[in-house]
């Protein structure tokens, strides 16, 4: 059936399907011009990639160029969540600092499966501070080490794929952290997370904090605190993670994401000021899992009957059907729709400087159905630094649900310096303003006001402007191909 319908591959594919293909083939029950249209485009493919092009290639490439790539897009996309005080960037490379939890000493590069890194080696946050000129007391660093050699001895084995489980947070003595809150100015405490392929979240002691790391911030962010002393807690993480139940212990919050080989450089690179976090989220950090939309739904029911899927050492599960309700409703466009508080809004990230935005312009031109949308901001802080500049628009939905606001484009400015000003242009297109009306299988932008906003995060909108297009548009018409059944 899926090749019939036009679909050219299944990756990977297992042997039953091989074989149940083949016998469709010879019984008749799979079209032949079907599968043959399927094979001439799957060899087109190959015949235009650059081994058939004789792509001079080479087996000895730049790895040390490679490598502060890596170490640039890891520090880019760095995201400073909390920074009370301005405790951040450290002042002074002769303080003295603690890293408790064991993501500070076992970094996660990447995620599993095809969510993985082909990384040479893995910088940790220790190694990469230390890197930079801060030192770690050897005692601390030598017992987390041995805690995390003994509890991996103790994990089942797994294929190299799909990772091994997490390992639970070292208890530490309160008589350990008072020691330390005296002899170091500053706490970091990292908590990891790794997710990817084969690995769908939960709830319990994933996105929700274990038992162990809640006590380990409460604790740490105790002793210190009573002896006037920050704490910044790290999160090298893959998605989403509850923050609203303990950021108020936290100084600061910064989010490493998975950020390769040279993770734990790039993030000292960011914690000393070498540089500024531009970062932002790409995803909202909720106060508690059921008010993400697919909380009710999600990973939806077997279906009796089903046949467990086995590929090789791993189960894929029984076959299981899941109603996607949230409908357009994802991600940030139901929390702003539906007014649901956030931990963390869509689009969020601090900076260690300021910026202003000034003098928004909407320009239609003679193509009432494509906008050009400028916008100059401003550095008015202390230090040199880069703002992600969003673009998000507001339609009418006056007979095609919308909702309240939509991000239609975003743009870095250049490393600004103080006071230095940048301008931004964005080209609204009709498509942009589009949505897809079932009853006329069209692509429809509606007649009415647009709302035109820019801003530094989807819930901090520095400024607003409107366009009005008089007359509804017919972007794109489609053919029906395929009915749903019921």
């Not at 909390?82 to 993501?103: D, M, R, T, Y």
């Not at 000034?358 to 703002?387: C, M, P, R, Y």
């Not at 301008?423 to 006001?449: C, R, Y």
Request: proline share 5%.
């Amino acid at each position: 059936a899926q090749i019939n319908a036009g679909n050219d591959l299944l990756m990977p594919g297992t042997d039953k399907q091989r074989t149940e293909l083949l016998e469709a083939y010879e019984s008749g029950e799979l079209d032949k011009d079907a599968l043959d249209q399927s094979v001439k485009r799957i060899l087109k493919t190959i015949l235009h990639s650059p081994s058939q092009a004789a792509y001079a290639y080479s087996d000895l490439p730049d790895l040390e160029m490679h490598a502060k790539i890596a170490r640039q897009a890891a520090a880019e996309g760095i995201i400073l969540l909390k920074n009370e005080g301005q405790v951040l960037p450290l002042k002074s490379k002769g303080i003295k600092v603690s890293a408790f939890g064991v993501g500070a000493y076992d970094f996660v590069s990447g995620g599993t499966g095809s969510g993985d890194v082909n990384e040479a080696y893995v910088v940790s946050f220790v190694e990469g501070f230390s890197n930079a000129g801060y030192h770690f007391d050897d005692d601390l660093k030598n017992t987390y080490v041995n805690y995390i050699k003994t509890e991996k001895e103790k994990l089942p084995e797994v294929p190299w794929f799909l990772g091994q489980p997490p390992i639970p947070e070292m208890p530490l003595d309160k008589a350990i952290i008072e020691h330390y809150a005296e002899s170091t100015e500053v706490a970091f405490i990292t908590i990891g997370r790794n997710s990817g392929e084969f690995k769908d979240r939960v709830p319990e002691d994933d996105y929700y904090l274990t038992q162990g790391e809640q006590a380990l911030i409460e604790s740490v962010s105790g002793v210190f605190h009573k002896k006037g002393k920050k704490v910044v807690v790290l999160l090298n993480i893959g998605n989403v993670i509850e923050t609203a139940s303990w950021r108020d212990k936290a100084d600061a919050i910064v989010l490493a994401w998975q950020g390769g080989q040279e993770a734990g450089n790039a993030l000292a690179d960011v914690l000393t000021g070498k540089v500024n976090p531009s970062g932002k989220l790409a995803t909202t950090f909720t106060m508690k899992y059921e008010d993400t939309p697919s909380a009710g739904s999600f990973p939806g029911t077997e279906i009796p009957g089903g046949e467990e899927l086995i590929m090789g050492p791993i189960s894929w599960g029984k076959p299981s059907e899941v109603t996607y309700e949230e409908g357009i409703f994802v991600g940030y466009r139901h929390f702003l729709t539906r007014g649901v508080e956030v931990a963390f809004p869509f689009g969020f990230g601090l900076s260690y400087t300021n910026f202003t935005y000034h003098d928004l312009k909407i320009n239609t031109g003679e193509n009432t159905a494509a906008f050009e949308v400028s916008v100059e901001v401003q550095n008015t802080g202390k230090l040199a630094g880069k703002e992600v500049v969003q673009l998000y628009v507001s339609a009418p939905g006056k007979s095609l649900e919308k909702p309240a606001a939509e991000l239609k484009g975003f743009s870095k400015t250049k490393l600004l310096e103080p006071g230095e000003r940048q301008t931004l242009v964005f080209l609204l297109k009709a498509e942009d303003l589009a949505s897809f009306d079932p009853e006329q299988s069209a692509w429809i932008a509606e007649s009415g006001t647009y709302s035109i906003k820019v801003g530094a995060s989807s819930e901090n909108i520095k400024a607003n402007e409107s366009v009005t297009l008089e007359q509804s548009l017919v972007v794109e018409k489609v053919d029906r191909l395929l009915t749903l059944k019921k």
